[in-house]
């Protein structure tokens, strides 16, 4: 079975700092992998996601993933963190036997400190 | 292009009673899912149409069941309505192809009281 784990359930950074926001997977079949944010009342957006080829992955806002297939992790980072990137961030995995479920991880919620 | 709508958007039900959630998934996605979020569970799969049939299905009791229609809209049912079935209930749409983008809804929440 799928599963995915989110280190640290909250995260504080200071704005300009750089974010980092740790995911690990496992998955007995090579795995896709998704980066959502979650504001405030709101639904789920995505911010970029692994399927083949690349394995450093860009996503909307700055924020990019890494693929580490020996570590069977997939981190967010962000350069400079700014006010508007707090929220909940939450890692998935889907495999590719067609289905479209994800397995999600609890969820990281990243505060931006002035 | 509109996105995933889901109405409604809050409500409150009486403990017993059952609610039917909708959602409109993009224009020419033929998938939708369905998934639970609450505090302590975070975010669950409760289960995954295509084409008017239900593709998989998560671990939930059979008072949760779901439909798609021809025009891939869904709806989800939940009957005798526990407490602890006060969430937030997401619908999820896509092209259906693995990998594909998977976007959401701004989910209906469900108060039970």
């Known amino acids: 079975a799928q599963s995915v784990t989110q280190l640290g359930s909250h995260v504080s950074v200071s704005e300009g700092a750089l974010v980092l926001l740790r995911c690990n997977y496992s998955?007995?079949?090579?795995?896709?992998l998704f980066w959502y944010v979650q504001y405030p009342n709101q639904g789920l957006q995505l911010l970029l996601k692994y399927t083949t080829g690349a394995t450093l992955v860009k996503g909307i806002n700055g924020f990019e993933a890494e693929f580490k297939k020996s570590e069977t992790s997939f981190h967010l980072t962000k350069p400079s963190a700014h006010m508007s990137d707090a929220a909940e961030y939450f890692c998935a995995v889907s495999d590719q036997g067609g289905s479209e479920k994800l397995v999600f991880g609890k969820g990281t919620k990243l505060t931006v400190n002035p | 292009k509109a996105g995933v709508t889901q109405t409604p958007r809050y409500l409150i039900k009486t403990r017993g009673q059952q609610v039917t959630l909708s959602c409109s998934p993009i224009s020419g996605h033929r998938s939708v899912s369905w998934y639970q979020q609450t505090p302590g569970q975070g975010l669950q799969f409760l289960f995954e149409y295509f084409s008017e049939t239900q593709r998989n299905k998560g671990n939930f009791p059979g008072r949760f069941s779901g439909r798609q229609f021809s025009n891939s809209r869904s709806e989800m049912n939940v009957s005798t309505l526990e407490l602890g079935d006060s969430a937030l209930y997401l619908c999820?749409?896509?092209?259906?192809?693995?990998?594909?983008?998977?976007?959401f809804g701004e989910g209906s929440w469900l108060t039970v009281v």
């Open positions: 998955s007995s079949v090579p795995p896709y």
């Open positions: 999820a749409s896509s092209m259906s192809a693995s990998g594909n983008t998977i976007y």
